[in-house]
T-cell receptor, first 110, second 112 residues
Framework: SQQGEEDPQALSIQEGENATMNCSYK?????LQWYRQNSGRGLVHLIL?????REKHSGRLRVTLDTSKKSSSLLITASRAADTASYFC??????????FGKGTLLTVNP | DAGVIQSPRHEVTEMGQEVTLRCKPI?????LFWYRQTMMRGLELLIY????????DSGMPEDRFSAKMPNASFSTLKIQPSEPRDSAVYFC??????????FGAGTRLSVL
């Protein structure tokens, strides 16, 4: 399977703590993206990092990419209850296709 | 912009019935994707259109599934006949030039 894998499958933290999620993939990539899905809703794009980038920031989000290890991490700093959601990584190659992992369920307790 | 619009939001039907799911992509986007999401298999790409033309339908599970995009602002996914194992959440997404994908709210399908 070309599907990526997120780790951990579930993560529960207290408000104010940082949350780190990891993603691994198997193929060469053009870019890697992270999406969030709130319960019962569609996926929402968070951040895209290209294969020639190593780190990217967007607000409280920090994404790293290590193409030699075929892995990425998403760090959410100073988490809030509203960050509770499932987080998916998706990797894209030279074509149109995004391959999604099965996601990490993040629960931020108030 | 209203985003990607899917209808219906929920569909309950009986086995053997025809089901049609609808999608209106974001205006100006040239790529459209249909996905299926289940707990067991995660998010699976069913079919991809570019400029209204089906490019890759290798994810369509069987001949019971068909998809059309008659114009740039409308697409349908049809299941005929439906089976209980088709129960899932079906998402439509659109993008411009194959980068970030914008998802609709999904259609939750239950086949009894």
């Amino acid at each position: 399977s070309q599907q990526g894998e997120e780790d951990p499958q579930a993560l529960s933290i207290q408000e104010g703590e940082n949350a780190t999620m990891n993603c691994s993939y198997k193929t060469s990539i053009n870019n890697l993206q992270w999406y969030r899905q709130n319960s019962g809703r569609g996926l929402v794009h968070l951040i895209l990092i290209r294969s020639n980038e190593r780190e990217k920031h967007s607000g409280r989000l920090r994404v790293t990419l290590d193409t030699s290890k075929k892995s990425s991490s998403l760090l959410i700093t100073a988490s809030r209850a509203a960050d509770t959601a499932s987080y998916f990584c998706a990797h894209g190659g030279s074509n149109y296709k995004l391959t999604f992992g099965k996601g990490t369920l993040l629960t931020v307790n108030p | 912009d209203a985003g990607v619009i899917q209808s219906p939001r929920h569909e309950v039907t009986e086995m053997g019935q025809e089901v049609t799911l609808r999608c209106k992509p974001i205006s100006g986007h040239n790529s459209l994707f249909w996905y299926r999401q289940t707990m067991m298999r995660g998010l699976e790409l069913l079919i991809y259109f570019n400029n209204n033309v089906p490019i890759d339908d290798s994810g369509m599970p069987e001949d019971r599934f068909s998809a059309k995009m008659p114009n740039a602002s409308f697409s349908t996914l049809k299941i005929q006949p439906s089976e209980p194992r088709d129960s899932a959440v079906y998402f439509c997404a659109s993008s411009l030039d194959r980068n970030i994908q914008y998802f609709g709210a999904g259609t939750r399908l239950s086949v009894l």
